[in-house]
């Protein structure tokens, strides 16, 4: 069995899932999510508990099994406290802010560049250069950030640009012959 798809999640208290037309939707606290889990899997919702159950043990059921309870699991973790990605700029003049749906970003061009912030997603700026993405939605947060990153991914020189936080950067050395002055 699937080791991840056979474990049960345990609902908090105030989550509710439902089953319904092949989607999954999840009530919570912090707001409602849906999405649907392949058709080969079934979900059985008992006793404060979440599970999964597949009909074979194909390489593809296996896959979808561990996915579907994976996607659930966020879901539920998603309604009661909400999914945070935080990350932080680097460079002399690169700065950002929020002005009411949209994210401003000076990042060295020869414009500021401008992302309109998704329905549900909430973004602030500490200090012009820490920028915190959250919402309950774990794909939508992942990939909001992962976006605002590739607009100026670090650059292994000088480190400048945007990176998630406590994230590393491999360093390069750049020119030997520099500062030798011939």
């Known amino acids: 069995m699937s080791r991840i798809g056979k474990q049960p999640i ?29 058709d080969i899997i079934e979900m059985f919702v008992a006793d404060g508990q979440v599970s999964f159950t597949r009909p074979d043990d194909k390489k593809r059921s296996k896959a ?3 996915l579907a309870r994976a996607l659930v699991a966020n879901m539920v973790k998603g309604v009661t406290e909400p999914f945070v990605r935080e990350l932080e700029i680097q460079g002399v003049g690169y700065r950002a802010e929020v002005q ?13 560049v ?12 500490d200090r012009n250069i820490m920028v915190k ?12 950030a992962a976006n605002v990153r590739s607009i100026r991914p670090p650059e292994p020189y000088k480190g400048k640009g ?7 950067v491999r360093r390069k050395v750049g020119k030997a012959g520099a500062g030798a002055g011939v």
């Open 10 to 38: 345990p609902l908090p208290n105030g989550v509710s899932v439902e089953k319904a037309d092949g989607a999954i939707r999840v009530k919570g606290p912090k707001g409602t999510l849906s999405d649907t889990i392949p």
């Open 64 to 66: 979808f099994h561990g």
């Open 100 to 112: 009411g749906k949209k994210l401003i970003l000076s990042l060295g061009f020869s414009h500021p």
């Open 114 to 125: 401008e992302m309109e912030l998704p329905e549900g997603i909430k973004v602030s700026v």
């Open 133 to 144: 993405i959250e919402g309950i939605d774990r794909q939508m947060v992942g990939q909001f």
């Open 162 to 168: 945007v990176r998630y936080l406590n994230e590393h």
